[in-house]
């Protein structure tokens, strides 16, 4: 898996290949492991190869998603904190079976400089989530929560069938389980869905 990830990269500095069968590891992780823990300082870059890791904030009793990291896909909140040795200011929880490359942060910083391949994928990867950043900040800023909230539904939903708890929900776009189970009634009133026993049909379009 890991000669995958060399490749997928376009990888083709041995040094750099060598180094990384050497120094780096991987781990296999259950849904609901927490791969990153808020508040505490990284020691390892964790790339996920195959899986989905969920990143968020908590706060009380509310949960912010920042996003999703999936196969090939390293958080860019724990890259930064390679090269500033500071403390994780996100939690990462796995939601599919996953395995992760885990790489000493102190080869991290040293690669960038070493390898142009290995800054192309930092590069990109900041690129990257400064773009998807900015997007949910826009959306965030200018879209009714109602709006999101359908939105969300319709991106998630199986045959115009959604199986999420209102408080899965909730956590979903940083709010409370009381704010979406009556946003949900709004919409099921206006004929947008149709609530179910422990799912959501959409049932029309804006």
């Known amino acids: ?15 750099l290949i060598n180094e990384l069968h050497h120094c780096s590891n991987i781990t296999t992780h259950k849904k609901g492991d927490l791969l990153i823990k808020n508040n505490e300082y990284i020691k390892v870059l964790k790339i996920v190869l195959q899986g989905k890791v969920r990143v968020y904030q908590a706060n009380e009793d ?11 896909e390293t958080c860019t909140l724990s890259l930064s904190a390679c090269f500033e040795d500071c403390k994780s200011t996100v939690n990462a929880i796995v939601k599919e079976d996953s ?3 885990n790489i000493p942060v102190r080869f991290v910083k040293d690669w960038n400089f070493k390898y142009k391949s290995w ?3 930092t590069t990109k990867t900041f690129r990257e989530s400064y773009n998807y950043l900015i997007h949910q900040y826009s959306t965030l800023a200018f879209q009714p ?3 999101r909230l359908f939105n969300y539904l319709i991106s998630k939903a ?3 069938i959604v199986k999420k708890s209102h408080q899965q929900l909730a956590h979903e776009l940083g709010t409370t389980r009381e704010v979406i189970s009556r946003l949900l009634k709004t919409l099921e009133k206006n004929d947008l869905i149709s609530l179910g026993q422990k799912q959501i049909v959409i049932s029309g379009k804006k």
Do not use: V
């Open 145 to 147: 929560l109602k709006d």
């Open 62 to 72: 509310r949960e912010i998603l920042i996003y999703y990291l999936n196969d090939m």
């Open 1 to 15: 898996m890991l000669n995958n990830f060399i490749k997928k990269l376009q990888i083709t500095n041995q040094e």
């Open 119 to 121: 800054n192309a994928f």
């Open 99 to 101: 395995t992760i490359l």
């Open 158 to 160: 199986d045959n115009s």
